[in-house]
């Protein structure tokens, strides 16, 4: 009986132990932290990229008053980290931000996130639609700027044998018409992670 009642009070210290579920903010950086990448840190790197290419000079249509606006197709932006993470989580961001700033549109026809464009035009033999409203050829706008980059790790020792790693967020925005890259960012995010906790 003394044997049972041992095993139970553990179990039910255990239980105790365990953090209950509960709701966190996940947009707050200061707490919950993990050693990868979490929604906190692609936020913050998607803000302040997306405020450098709204802020630069070079980035504002000479027609804007005529309310034309560059438009920027979604090239690739690559995962060089040793997560398996999706880099829309930081280009979903930054697409919002920059239709959201008025600025900009984005292009979906090409970067393969919308098929629709291409696949509706090919109604135009289909006997079942009515012809007079699928849409037409010869009207996709095609982009001025292309944006591609990639995302980095390094992880590094320190003396006390925790870890520091580092995320870099690296993107270019090249002008099509030109080759010529008209904005490059950088947003480096580090952190220091036990040993054990590292992700790689």
Not at 110 to 117: I, L, M
Request: hydrophobic share 35%; proline share 4%.
């Amino acid at each position: 009986m003394l044997r049972i009642a041992i095993i139970l009070s553990l179990f039910v210290g255990l239980v105790g132990c365990q953090t209950p579920t509960h709701t966190i903010d996940p947009t707050d950086p200061n707490s919950n932290q993990t050693p990868g990448l979490n929604y906190a840190d692609f936020q913050a790197a998607a803000n302040e990229l997306t405020a450098e290419i709204i802020a630069s000079p070079l980035m504002v249509h000479p027609e804007t008053a005529q309310g034309e606006r560059y438009v920027i197709h979604i090239s690739s932006v690559t995962n060089d980290t040793m997560q398996r993470i999706d880099t829309d989580q930081l280009v979903k961001g930054m697409r919002v931000q920059l239709l959201n700033s008025g600025r900009f549109f984005v292009t979906t026809a090409f970067d393969g996130s919308d098929n629709a464009t291409r696949e509706m035009r090919e109604l135009q033999n289909d006997k079942m639609v009515d012809q007079s409203t699928v849409q037409e050829n010869g009207t996709v706008i095609a982009p001025d700027f292309s944006m591609s980059g990639k995302i980095l790790q390094r992880n590094n020792n320190l003396d006390n044998n925790d870890t520091r790693v580092e995320y870099y967020f690296q993107l270019t925005l090249t002008d099509l018409k030109t080759g010529l890259a008209y904005w490059e960012g950088e947003r480096v995010i580090a952190k220091v992670t036990g040993q054990r906790g590292a992700s790689w």
